[in-house]
């Protein structure tokens, strides 16, 4: 017989999941797609025209996505097996059971044909799951739901061989015996469950059921969740050991169906328990990389012989280095990235640039040469960046902790997120590449700038770092970025060519005047 409370409340939910469907098949007919002619050279051209996106999904999979969507199994529940329940034929238990499973299980595969490659990534433009936590929580509601499928099936067949057990039993008297196998025609559970109490059918000895041996007092069990919750770990039972541990009948459709249990579980450890374990593994790489690193940066110390002091600053200098860049080589990343892409990821990093006053003159050419040029740097606490007397060969730019600043008079001034040290290098790198007003450069000191002041770190800092050939490839930028952006008496007075160009005009005037001169002279001789 049939639950009608339960049944409403599934045909609710199929109805749901079916709007879901539709959905996504209007959709498909706006999703762009890639045209397979295309991707012979590249990755190939995607097509976005409505017309031609609608065409391909047309003469596609339209008609596979319009059967999935069809509300079969809600038009058996509702009409069409209640109509047979009451048949006069002595299967007619079996068959809505029979045709329910049919249009169930059609659905059911065509469903699993067009869900499994979303399931593993397969689409046109690349993965859909990207995170390695959103695939393991994917391939195990997949492999749930196998085992929802096997434990469904084993309890529907189950019920089929009690029901065939019951049929045998009947013997000569089918007409008088059938309105206590089937519920359909008013009998109450009460009734039947007193007629065939001691019947050798609900006995674990009188019929051969096989794999469905649990399932006979199953059927009886009044709870349905307890029904549904056995059924689900049998069939994830079953899933895990492939079937090992059953021993079915004679019965033809109980051996087929332990062998499609054996092969479905065969599949899942090859593809789904494959994946999720590449997943899990993918989740403890970077671990597994910190901790040969550590090993390999011990056995290197223990080698070269260093004292503990200097040990725990080196532990301590690649825990950090390691959290700051989670092990990651952002070199390495930005190499196989478009050239404009990297540009934007670089301004969008290094916004700080412009807290410089002398770089926040510059335009975004010169500032996207300095981005290019930046290391990333990191330091641990107490570690000393410039030391008085020393010479300054980098301008550091502070992303994440605190510096201080110790002068020769013992003044400190802190530093912190924003701000840069080292800045006098670029002057002194704008004046190398300075001209004099007689046109010459201006002559600097050949041994480089020397620091009057001592930086150290106060806590664990991340910064980034431009060195001094850097800087002087930048300071021959801003020289001519300057030259072409001045006014023009600016520039008569810096450039050596508008130098001769004033004293050719200085000339031409002189001469100029001195004819003038000549001339009044001879006319007034005359």
């Not at 469907?21 to 976005?48: C, D, H, K, P, W």
């Not at 550091?396 to 290098?425: H, K, N, T, W």
């Not at 010459?440 to 800092?461: A, E, Q, Y």
Request: with cysteine; proline share 3%; glycine share 6%.
């Amino acid at each position: 017989m049939i639950d009608w409370p339960m049944a409403k409340v599934l045909v609710a939910v199929k109805s749901v999941t079916d709007i879901i469907i539709s959905v996504n098949i209007l959709l498909q007919f706006r999703m762009a797609y890639v045209a397979r002619e295309s991707t012979v050279v590249g990755a190939g051209q995607l097509v976005s025209h409505p017309k031609k996106i609608a065409l391909h999904y047309f003469r596609g999979k339209f008609f596979l996505d319009l059967f999935i969507v069809m509300p079969l199994p809600q038009i058996l529940i509702l009409w069409i097996i209640p109509e047979h329940l009451g048949a006069s034929e002595i299967s007619g238990a079996n068959y809505p059971k029979n045709l329910l499973r049919a249009v169930v299980l059609f659905q059911y595969t065509s469903k699993l044909y067009r869900l499994l490659p979303f399931l593993a990534g397969q689409t046109q433009t690349g993965f859909i799951f990207e995170s390695a936590w959103a695939s393991f929580v994917i391939n195990l509601l997949t492999f749930m739901l196998a085992g929802h499928v096997v434990g469904s099936c084993w309890y529907l067949f189950g019920l089929q061989r009690v029901n065939q057990c019951l049929q045998n039993a009947c013997g000569n008297f089918e007409r008088e015996c059938r309105n206590l196998i089937s519920c359909g025609n008013g009998n109450s559970n009460v009734s039947v469950q007193a007629a065939w109490k001691d019947n050798a059918c609900f006995q674990e000895v009188g019929f051969p059921y096989g794999i469905y041996l649990k399932a006979v007092n199953l059927t009886n069990h009044s709870s349905l969740f307890t029904r549904y919750s056995y059924s689900l770990f049998w069939g994830f039972q079953q899933i895990s050991t492939l079937a090992g541990n059953q021993d079915p009948s004679y019965f033809l459709g109980e051996v087929f169906f332990t062998m499609g249990i054996t092969g479905l579980g065969l599949l899942l450890f090859a593809l789904l328990i494959g994946n999720m374990q590449n997943f899990l593994q993918a989740l403890g790489k970077r671990n597994l990389e910190m901790t040969l690193r550590r090993r390999d940066v011990e056995q290197w110390m223990s080698h070269r012989r260093l004292p503990n002091g200097i040990r725990k600053r080196v532990r301590e200098a690649e825990r950090f280095n390691w959290a700051a860049t989670r092990g990651v080589n952002e070199e390495l990343l930005f190499e196989n990235m478009p050239d404009d892409l990297q540009r934007d990821i670089r301004r969008h990093l290094f916004k700080f640039l412009k807290k410089v006053r002398i770089f926040s003159l510059m335009d975004e050419s010169i500032l996207d040469a300095i981005s290019e040029r930046l290391k990333q740097r990191t330091y641990i606490g107490n570690s000393t960046v410039f030391h008085s007397g020393g010479l300054v060969e980098k301008m550091v730019f502070i992303v994440r902790g605190e510096m201080e600043s110790i002068g020769e008079d013992g003044s400190v001034l802190p530093l912190s997120e924003g701000d840069v040290c080292g800045e006098e290098l670029l002057t002194w790198c704008l004046k190398r590449f300075s001209i004099n007003p007689d046109g010459t450069r201006i002559k600097m000191p050949p041994k480089g700038l020397v620091s009057n002041r001592n930086v150290r770190c106060v806590t664990n800092v991340k910064a980034f770092s431009l060195s001094i050939a850097d800087l002087e490839d930048v300071a021959s930028l801003f020289s001519r970025f300057l030259r072409s952006h001045r006014v023009q008496g600016a520039i008569r007075y810096e450039s050596p060519y508008w130098r001769l160009r004033q004293i050719q005009v200085a000339w031409r005037y002189r001469r100029r005047r001195l004819q003038r001169v000549y001339s009044a002279q001879s006319s007034y001789i005359r």
